[in-house]
């Protein structure tokens, strides 16, 4: 399968270092080293699927003129519209057309998230209780005056991961999440955010662009037990770990896990799209619930005063 990549920043760098055999082209409109400023530049017989790492103003518009030419598109997260009805749109044009249109949450490929889901699956903790997980980068600098420096900021940027991680463990449920906190310390947009909801089982979502250190923490309490997740492979040592809850009360059984490795995700993440471009569907319909709570999200925490 040959790919084009366009956008050629941080995520794009990536995704031309994973797909590397495969890439014919690359599109940026201000990077000197890409083959296109334009993706209407590129010859349509030259490729069968495009990588989409582009700010998210551009993301519609691509992927409407890629679908609709008939080519497989893996676009970075978030995938967002003002309107539901917009992503109905891509879905039909991907299915007229025979090709994926997936969006690209690469924390599903991470080892312990992956580990979580299947206990989770498993039924070993039981009756799920809490989940609190915690994302951090220390990015706010980085971010300021950007194109990712408005609207609710780092709601969206971090706060699609948390969510999407959501509805890969637990499935396209009503939370209950509200805002709790919204703060802009050092950016115009929202650098800190907390969100919480009182269904169950009760989610604690707290996302930061002020981490002095790249962090990422879950904690789950259930009836059984627990289970913990400290950092990601890319920032490792990464740990999992299980406890057996003894009663009445006592010191559990414990297991541990600990990875010192590479990042694993883009790799995977490419591996998986590849998959599906040869006879799968694409996860629009994660779209469509992710896109719900970041825009009721979003509008609660601009609507107040901070």
């Not at 599109?27 to 490729?47: E, H, K, M, R, W």
């Not at 890319?234 to 896990?257: H, I, N, Y």
């Amino acid at each position: 399968m040959k790919v084009v990549v366009i956008g050629l920043g941080v995520q794009g760098t990536k995704r031309l270092a994973v797909s590397g055999p495969d890439v014919s082209a690359t599109v940026d409109p201000v990077q000197p080293g890409a083959t296109f400023t334009s993706i209407t530049q590129v010859p349509l017989d030259t490729f069968d699927a495009a990588l989409v790492c582009t700010p998210d103003a551009a993301k519609l518009e691509l992927l409407t003129y890629l679908l609709g030419h008939g080519k497989h598109v893996l676009v970075e997260k978030p995938l967002v519209a003002a309107a539901d009805g917009t992503l109905d749109t891509l879905a039909a044009l991907a299915k007229r057309h025979g090709v994926v249109c997936y969006t690209a949450y690469n924390h599903r490929f991470e080892p312990h998230v992956a580990r979580m889901k299947t206990l989770l699956d498993s039924g070993r903790l039981g009756r799920i209780y809490r989940c609190r997980m915690f994302y951090g980068n220390g990015t706010a600098r980085d971010v300021r005056g950007s194109w990712r420096d408005r609207d609710a900021g780092v709601l969206a940027d971090l706060g699609s991961h948390l969510l999407d991680t959501l509805l890969f463990w637990f499935g396209a449920r009503d939370h209950g999440l509200r805002v709790v906190s919204c703060r802009r310390f050092e950016n115009a947009a929202f650098d800190h955010v907390v969100l919480a909801g009182d269904a169950l089982p009760s989610i604690e979502l707290e996302m930061t662009l002020l981490s002095p250190r790249n962090h990422f923490t879950c904690d789950i309490l259930a009836q059984h037990g627990s289970a913990h997740i400290e950092s990601l492979c890319k920032w490792g040592p990464s740990t999992f770990v299980c406890r057996q809850r003894t009663l009445p009360s006592g010191r559990p059984d414990e297991e541990a896990v600990t990875l010192v490795q590479p990042d694993p995700t883009w790799r995977l993440e490419y591996e998986h799209f590849t998959a599906l471009c040869e006879g799968g569907e694409g996860n629009i319909a994660n779209d469509l619930w992710i896109n719900r709570e970041l825009n009721r999200l979003s509008a609660d925490a601009l609507g107040r005063t901070v």
